[in-house]
């Protein structure tokens, strides 16, 4: 078996310190995550079992009074190569920290847009503004002045971390923490882009075309991705998000897909019949009221009602008829209603069974407006 020392390349009077160091050069230069191979390998255990010897006061004293056969030629109290190498150096080339990168997404954006009742029918086309961060134009998200780049920070060697040395009761442990000169980038930027002060991005108002979907409804939240602001260092844009207000209209309201009404219609109109022809939110709307036609009756104009969000046939538009009792008549008005009452065989007033129709709920909304 090949002599600890010669392994290690130090003499038999090595200091502990000596024999450390001898093992943390060779260790770097035989890591199978650097130098992959079985021979490579080979010569790791030997190199990691010699110090795992070596650097023990105890075991050390023995193998000089001994020889090897007291350790059995293993890898020695720290669990094989790869656990001592991780105590060292913190762990392989592939598990050890890495660098934080500069580009991160952007945060997500919300912005409130006011609509028409009107314009949830069948949707409208909107261009708004956008208070938020853009691309930096000098830089184009580098974060350095033009002509400059990014250099290797020469405390971590482009780690983005330091190893400090910790004291615990197990002993000094050496722990990874971020670098305090580079802030765990890895990179330092001597020349920052004076536009953006070396952040790849400003503040600006930019100009965002949507399409509101038709159906749209009061609080709903649309979202856009990729249309929020830009990330630190051109980072990927977050989303943005369009809460949807409607904003009330004084003479239709919604009820799902539909739209309601309320239409006053004077008595004699009401007893008689009569067509009448009402501003509709997406143009005229012809009526035909029915002779006898009751406060409280409704009228269906099918087709005439919202497009739905996710569908294609529109809802209805309801209208209910409220009949206007005159209040004040000249002397020959009257006459001629005493005249038509006499002629009539009307019953007396009776309690009618109590009913939350159309006319009432409209009735009520409206008196609120």
């Not at 105890?58 to 056969?69: P, T």
């Not at 261009?127 to 920070?153: F, K, N, R, Y």
């Not at 007396?348 to 129709?357: F, I, R, S, V």
Request: proline content about 5%; some cysteine; hydrophobic content about 30%.
């Amino acid at each position: 078996m090949a002599d600890h020392y010669e392994v290690l390349g130090v003499s038999r009077d090595a200091t502990t310190e000596e024999i450390k160091k001898a093992y943390r050069k060779l260790a770097r230069q035989l890591h199978p995550d650097v130098n992959p191979g079985e021979e490579a390998e080979e010569q790791f255990k030997l190199v990691t079992h010699a110090y795992d010897v070596l650097s023990n006061p105890e075991q050390r004293q023995r193998y000089d009074n001994g020889g090897d056969s007291a350790f059995g030629g293993g890898g020695g109290g720290f669990g094989g190569f790869g656990d001592i190498f991780e105590t060292f150096f913190g762990g392989g080339q592939s598990r050890g920290p890495r660098p934080r990168s500069r580009r991160e997404r952007g945060q997500d954006a919300l912005v409130k847009v006011t609509v028409e009742l009107a314009d949830v029918i069948f949707g409208v086309h909107r261009d708004i503004e956008v208070d938020t961060a853009v691309l930096c134009e000098t830089c184009q998200g580098s974060c350095c002045q033009p002509g400059t780049s990014e250099q290797t920070c020469d405390i971590c060697g482009g780690t983005g971390h330091i190893q400090q040395q910790v004291r615990s009761l197990l002993g000094t442990m050496l722990t990874n923490a971020p670098c305090n000169v580079c802030r765990g980038y890895g990179t330092t930027i001597p020349s920052p882009c004076v536009t953006c002060a070396g952040q790849g991005r400003v503040r600006s108002r930019r100009t965002v075309s949507l399409d509101i979907p038709a159906g749209v409804d009061d609080g709903l939240r649309l979202q856009l991705p990729g249309s929020g602001e830009v990330g630190p260092a051109g980072g990927p844009n977050g989303d943005l998000y369009l809460e949807i207000k409607v904003s009330p209209n004084a003479a239709f309201a919604r009820e799902g897909d539909d739209l309601v009404a309320l239409l006053e219609v004077a008595m004699p109109d009401a007893i008689l019949g009569t067509t009448t022809t009402i501003d509709g939110l997406d143009g005229a709307v012809d009526l035909e009221i029915r002779p006898g036609v009751q406060s409280g009756d409704e009228l269906t104009i099918k087709g005439r009602g919202i497009t739905p969000l996710r569908g294609s046939n529109r809802g209805d538009l309801r209208v209910g008829i409220h009949v206007v009792t005159p209040t004040k008549l000249d002397s020959k008005q009257r006459a001629l209603i005493e005249q038509l009452q006499g002629s009539m065989k009307s019953p007396k007033p009776a309690l009618a069974q109590h009913q939350q129709g159309l006319f009432a709920k409209l009735r009520d909304r409206f008196r609120t407006h």
